[in-house]
C-alpha cells in the first residue's frame, strides 16, 4: 500500500509537477505524442520543423508540436524528416502518393503542388478552413492550392519573396531601373567589388530570380491549360529581352562571369560578409541571416529595395512558400493534418521562422511583423508572382538553367539557346 | 517415442534426401538466386520493362511502345552527353590508374625501406575514398570557388599567377569535375594495386638485377606484366563506378554551366526527378547497362587466360 501511495505520489509529481519531464516523454526524435496513443498520424516535413539545424528554431517547433499533441491526446505523430534534395523528395513522395504509400500528412513545395493535384492524390481540406481564412489568403496563394473543382487541396502557410540587397555606403541610392542596376554594378566594380551577385548556376533559384525580369515585362512561361508558350510570339520577345538583359550585365563586367557558379543562396551571404560584394539578388530571410552573420556595425549598411525592372513602373518578384497537405483517405486524419497546419503553421510557425505568412490579417498579429522591414517585404507582395501550376513547369525551370549557363558563359547567343530550350520543354510536354 | 526413436525412424528418410541432393547444385545456391534475383534482377527487369513503355511519374495509363527508346536515342542533346560522360570516364580511368599504381609503388617501396610516412600516405589517400560524393563535391567547390576567397585562386595570385575560371569556363568546367573525381577514386585503385604488388614474387625482382636490369626496366618488364590482371580488373571496377557517378558533380557543378559537366548518369536523375519521365531514364539506365557491359568485355578479353598465367 505504501509503495503504491509513493508510486503514485512520484507518477502525479512527474506529470503535474514538472512540465519539462512531461515535454520530454511527449517528444522524441522522430515521434510527438505518448507511445501508447491509439491513434497515429504520418507526418512528412522540411527542416521547417523540430529537425531545423538551428537549436532555438529546433526548440521552438518542438514546443509548438507538443502544445498541439496535448490538445490532441488521443493521437501521436510519427515524423519524418526530408533531406535538402527537395526536387527529389517531391518527386519520391509522388510516387509513393501514387503507390498508396505516402505520409499521411506532408509538406509539399508550392511550385510542385500541381504536380500532386493533376495525379488527384492530395485529400480535400475545404471543409476543415473556414471561408473567411481563405478569403484572408492573398489572390496568388488562394488560386495556388485551389483545384479545378475549387478545393482546398492544401494549406499554402509560408511565403518568400526576392528583393535587391545593396550596401548603402558603396550604393547609396536603391536602383530603379535594370539600367540603373547595370551603372551601380559597375560603380561597385570601380570600388573594388565584384560587381551584382544572382544565383545563375544549374539550380532552380537561378531560374525562379531571373523570371522577376520576364514577369516584370507581362512574359507567361505556360498558357491557361499548362502549354509552355515562353519561346512562341510577344513571350519570345520578352524572354529574349529579359535574357539579354543578364547577359549584358555579364559582358559589360557590371555581374562577374562566376554567376554561372552560384547556385545557393548562402553563397550570396558569404561575399556579403566578405567584403566582396555591395549588390546582390536575394531572398527576404536573408535579412536575418545577414544580421545574424555581419558585425552590427557593418550590417547597418545593409538595406534592400525591390528588384529593378526594365523601367521604374515594370516590378515583378517572385514568391514561392511551402504548403502543407494529406495524402490520406482516412478523415480523422485528414483533419488532424489540417489542425497541424492552422495551429502550428499558420501563424505561429510564421512568427518562428519571420517567414512571411500567406494572410494579410497574421501580419498584424505578430509583433516580428511590424519592424519596417517586415512591412516593406509584406508590401512588396503586392507585385509578388508565384510559379505556373502547371506539370512542366520543373522542366521549364531545368531548361532555363542550362539556357543561362550556355548564354552567360558565352556557349550560345540568347535567340539560339532559347530556341534550344523551347524545343527541349515542348519534347518533354509531349512525353508527359 | 522418445527423441532418440524419433532421430532413428527419421534418419533414412533425410538421409536419402542428402543422397538425392548431393550433387546437385540448384537446391544449395537456391536462397543466393532467389535474393538476387528479388533485389538486383527484379528492378533491372523493370527498368528494361519501363524503357518498352510511355510511364511518367505524373501519368496513371502506361502503354507500351517503342517511342521512348527512339525519342531518347535521338534526343540532341545525347551526342554531347556522351561526350562529357566519355571524357569524365575516359579521364577518370587513366588518371585513377596512374595515381593509384604510383602511390601503391611508393607505399610499397617505402614500406620495404621501412620509411617514415607510408602509412600516413596509405591512410591520406583512403581519406578521401571514405568522403561521400556529395562531401567531396562541396570541398572541391569551395576549392574551385572563383570568388575573390576561392582557395585555388588564391594561391595562384599569391604566386602572382593568372586565376582559373574553374567552374564557370565551358571549357575549363569538365576537367575540373574530372580532377575531383581522380582525387576521390585514386584511393580505390591503390589499394588495388598495392595488393597486387604484394603478391608479386620477389625472386623475379632479385633475377632481374642479377642479370643487371635497371630499375625503369624491372617496372616496365616486371611490375607492368605481373600486375595486368589487376589493371585490367580495376579498370572494368572503375569504369563502372564512374559512369554511374553523379552525387559529386551535382554538387559541384549540377551539371553545368550548360550543360558542359552532365554526365549520362546525372542527365538520367534529371530526366526522371525533374521531368518524371520514367521511360526516357529507363532508356538511359538500358544504355548505360550496355556500355558498362560492353567496355568490360572488351577489358576483360585482355585478361590474361589460365594457362598464360
Given amino acids: 500500500m505504501k509503495r503504491a501511495f509513493v508510486s503514485a505520489l512520484a507518477l502525479s509529481t512527474m506529470l503535474f509537477s514538472s512540465p519539462a519531464a512531461f515535454a520530454q516523454e511527449l517528444a522524441t526524435k522522430d515521434r510527438i505524442g505518448l507511445t501508447n496513443a491509439p491513434k497515429t498520424l504520418t507526418v512528412r516535413l522540411t527542416n521547417d520543423s523540430p529537425n531545423n539545424p538551428d537549436p532555438a528554431i529546433a526548440q521552438g517547433y518542438q514546443k509548438l508540436f507538443v502544445d498541439f499533441i496535448k490538445k490532441h491526446p488521443d493521437w501521436k505523430l510519427q515524423m519524418q524528416f526530408m533531406s535538402a534534395d527537395i526536387g527529389t523528395e517531391q518527386a519520391k513522395m509522388l510516387e509513393q502518393a501514387k503507390a498508396g504509400n505516402a ?47 475549387q478545393a482546398i487541396r492544401a494549406w499554402w502557410w509560408d511565403t518568400d519573396l526576392r528583393v535587391l540587397y545593396r550596401n548603402k555606403s558603396i550604393v547609396p541610392d536603391a536602383p530603379q531601373t535594370w539600367d ?46 499548362g502549354k509552355p508558350v515562353f519561346g512562341e510570339g510577344e513571350n519570345k520577345e520578352k524572354f529574349l529581352k529579359a ?82 497537405a ?13 489542425n497541424l497546419a492552422r495551429d502550428i503553421y ?36 503586392a507585385n509578388g508572382q508565384a510559379r505556373p501550376g502547371a506539370p512542366i513547369y520543373p522542366e521549364i525551370s531545368n531548361q532555363i538553367q542550362i539556357m543561362m549557363g550556355d548564354v552567360l558563359s558565352g556557349t550560345k547567343q540568347p535567340e539560339e539557346a532559347l530556341n534550344a530550350a523551347f524545343k527541349a520543354t515542348m519534347e518533354a510536354y509531349k512525353r508527359l | 517415442m522418445t527423441l532418440i526413436a524419433i532421430e532413428a525412424a527419421s534418419r533414412p528418410h533425410s538421409r536419402s534426401f542428402m543422397r538425392r541432393f548431393a550433387g546437385a547444385p540448384l537446391p544449395w545456391i537456391m536462397p543466393v538466386i532467389i535474393v538476387i534475383g528479388i533485389f538486383y534482377l527484379y528492378p533491372v527487369i523493370d527498368v528494361f520493362r519501363l524503357s518498352f513503355t510511355n510511364a511518367t511519374l505524373i501519368g496513371d495509363n502506361q502503354d507500351y511502345t517503342l517511342a521512348s527508346i527512339a525519342n531518347m536515342l535521338s534526343s540532341p542533346q545525347l551526342p554531347d552527353i556522351l561526350w562529357a560522360t566519355f571524357v569524365f570516364v575516359g579521364g577518370s580511368v587513366i588518371g585513377q590508374q596512374i595515381l593509384g599504381l604510383a602511390v601503391a609503388v611508393v607505399v610499397v617501396r617505402g614500406e620495404k625501406r621501412g620509411l617514415f610516412g607510408t602509412t600516413i600516405l596509405r591512410t591520406t589517400a583512403l581519406i578521401a575514398w571514405v568522403v561521400p560524393g556529395i562531401a567531396g563535391g562541396i570541398i572541391w567547390q569551395m576549392l574551385f570557388s572563383e570568388a575573390p576567397y576561392g582557395a585555388l585562386n588564391s594561391i595562384l595570385r599569391l604566386m602572382h599567377l593568372p586565376t582559373v575560371a574553374w567552374l564557370s569556363d565551358p571549357a575549363i568546367a569538365p576537367w575540373s569535375a574530372l580532377i575531383s573525381n581522380i582525387w576521390r577514386g585514386t584511393a580505390f585503385s591503390m589499394v588495388v594495386m598495392y595488393a597486387a604488388l604484394k603478391a608479386i614474387d620477389s625472386s623475379l625482382y632479385e633475377a632481374a638485377e642479377v642479370d643487371g636490369a635497371t630499375g625503369s626496366q624491372q617496372f616496365f ?51 526522371v526527378f525533374r521531368n518524371y519521365d520514367l521511360s526516357g531514364g529507363s532508356v538511359l539506365s538500358v544504355l548505360m547497362l550496355i556500355i558498362s557491359l560492353g567496355l568490360a568485355v572488351v577489358y576483360a578479353s585482355f585478361l590474361p587466360k589460365e594457362d598464360e598465367r
Fill in chain 1, 180 to 225: 540603373d542596376l547595370k551603372k551601380a554594378g559597375l560603380a561597385s566594380v570601380k570600388e573594388g567589388m565584384e560587381g551584382i551577385l544572382f544565383n545563375a548556376a544549374r539550380y532552380e533559384g537561378s531560374t525562379f530570380d531571373w523570371l522577376a525580369n520576364y514577369w516584370a515585362l507581362g512574359g507567361k512561361l505556360v498558357d491557361d491549360s
Fill in chain 1, 326 to 338: 494529406s495524402f490520406s483517405k482516412d478523415k480523422d486524419k485528414v483533419e488532424m493534418c489540417a
Fill in chain 1, 243 to 324: 535574357l539579354t538583359y543578364y547577359k549584358d550585365l555579364v559582358d559589360s563586367g557590371a555581374a562577374p562571369k562566376r554567376v554561372t557558379t552560384i547556385g545557393n543562396y548562402d553563397d550570396l551571404n558569404a561575399a556579403a560578409a566578405a567584403g566582396t560584394t555591395a549588390l546582390f539578388i536575394g531572398g527576404n530571410w536573408q535579412l536575418a541571416q545577414l544580421k545574424a552573420t555581419l558585425d552590427p556595425d557593418e550590417f547597418a549598411n545593409w538595406t534592400f529595395s525591390p528588384i529593378p525592372g526594365p523601367t521604374a513602373d515594370q516590378r515583378s518578384t517572385g514568391t514561392g512558400g511551402w504548403t502543407i
Fill in chain 2, 221 to 271: 618488364f616486371i611490375t607492368i606484366p605481373q600486375l595486368r590482371a589487376a589493371i585490367l580488373v580495376n579498370m572494368i571496377l572503375i569504369t563502372i563506378m564512374t559512369l554511374n557517378t553523379f552525387d559529386a558533380i551535382i554538387t559541384l557543378t549540377g551539371g553545368g554551366p550548360g550543360r558542359a559537366t552532365e554526365v549520362i548518369s546525372l542527365y538520367v536523375f534529371n530526366i
Fill in chain 1, 346 to 381: 499558420m501563424g505561429p510557425g510564421n512568427a518562428l521562422q519571420q517567414q512571411l505568412p500567406t494572410r494579410k490579417s497574421l501580419f498584424d498579429r505578430y509583433d516580428v511583423f511590424a519592424t519596417e522591414a517586415n512591412k516593406t517585404f509584406a508590401e512588396a507582395l
Fill in chain 1, 103 to 149: 505520409p499521411d500528412c506532408a509538406a509539399v513545395d508550392s511550385f510542385v503542388l500541381s504536380q500532386f493535384m493533376v495525379n488527384h492524390v492530395l485529400a480535400d481540406f475545404t471543409p476543415y478552413f473556414s471561408k473567411d481564412e481563405v478569403a484572408d489568403l492573398f489572390p496568388f496563394i488562394r488560386n495556388g492550392i485551389t483545384d479545378k473543382d
